[in-house]
Every structure is written in structure tokens, then in C-alpha cells.
């Protein structure tokens, strides 16, 4: 199975495709979708659809893995963070390519085995459930493997469901 997993962003949106057999994963590729921060934000929006729409014809994922949103601070980035995150599931959907969202503490649990570990921790085990040589950058490319990892695990769950 092949799987892209989104961290949304709007300057930055991080991605990673692993292939998975139900006993390890090896990488296919990761990055980032970059934006222009002088861009106007619907010319930033339209930008992510591009490179989303771009990424899905080329990597033709089986799964798309996506992070749910979280926050506690700046409700102004909360909103443009949610309008991207739109976009990227809006370009998933339109795909039809089947799309499952997870929490930060699911993602931690599954990568890691605890729910509240440190970034640092999910980089690392990243690392080496992917046998990378070196922690994958940018941090939201890391991101979005460990999210990649996590549906893998998750989607071969009895009790995961679309």
C-alpha cells in the first residue's frame, strides 16, 4: 500500500509517501509544499492545490493520511492553517483516493507508543522505522511520514475505519 502523509500548513506543507506491506515501510519520497509568505492567501491556497494535485498524479497513493488540527494559541493561524488543510482534503476527495485523519497524540502512540512524547521522539523513531540516515527535513516532511506511519499501523486495525 502506498501512502502520502499531509502535515497542513499554509508557508509550509509537509508530505511523505511510504510504501507499506503490513510488516515494514520504505520511503518514497518527502518535501515540503512551499509558499511565498508575500503571496496573497488565496494565490497561497491555490498554490497547495497545485502542488497537492501535482504530488497526487505523480506518487498515485493508495491512502492519504492527513493530521487534524490542534490549537490553543493564535485562533488567526488556526483559521488559515484550517482553510489549507481544506484545500489539501478538497484536492484528496475530488481524487478519490480514500483519506483518514489523525490526531498529534495518535500519531505520537502509533510512531512512538506514547501519546505524549517530545518531537524529537517522533523524528527519531521516524528515522528508524523508515532506515533513514539522517532525521528527515524539513520537520514538516518528518511530520508527515510519522503521520504516514501511523495509518499504516492504524489502517491494518480491525477497528480502523475510513
Not at 94 to 100: F, L, N, Q, Y
Not at 111 to 139: F, N
Amino acid at each position: 500500500m502506498r501512502i502520502l502523509g499531509i502535515d497542513p500548513g499554509y508557508a509550509t506543507v509537509g508530505f511523505g509517501i511510504v510504501e507499506y506491506d503490513g510488516y515494514k515501510f520504505v520511503p518514497i519520497e518527502y518535501g515540503a509544499f512551499l509558499t511565498q509568505a508575500d503571496m496573497d492567501f488565496p494565490f497561497r491556497l491555490k498554490s497547495i492545490s497545485d502542488d497537492m494535485d501535482y504530488a497526487l498524479g505523480k506518487y498515485r497513493p493508495d491512502s492519504i493520511a492527513i493530521e487534524k488540527l490542534f490549537f490553543n494559541t493564535n485562533h488567526k493561524t488556526a483559521i488559515d492553517v484550517s482553510q489549507a488543510r481544506g484545500v489539501l482534503v478538497l484536492c484528496a476527495v475530488k481524487s478519490g483516493i480514500p483519506i483518514a485523519e489523525y490526531t498529534p497524540l495518535q500519531v505520537k502512540q502509533s510512531v512512538v507508543g506514547y501519546g505524549k512524547a517530545e518531537k524529537t521522539q517522533v523524528m527519531e523513531m521516524t528515522k528508524r522505522l523508515l532506515r533513514l540516515s539522517e532525521l528527515p527535513k524539513p520537520d514538516d516532511a518528518a511530520d508527515a511520514l510519522a503521520i504516514a506511519i501511523c495509518h499504516g499501523h492504524c489502517c491494518h486495525s480491525l477497528l480502523h475505519k475510513y
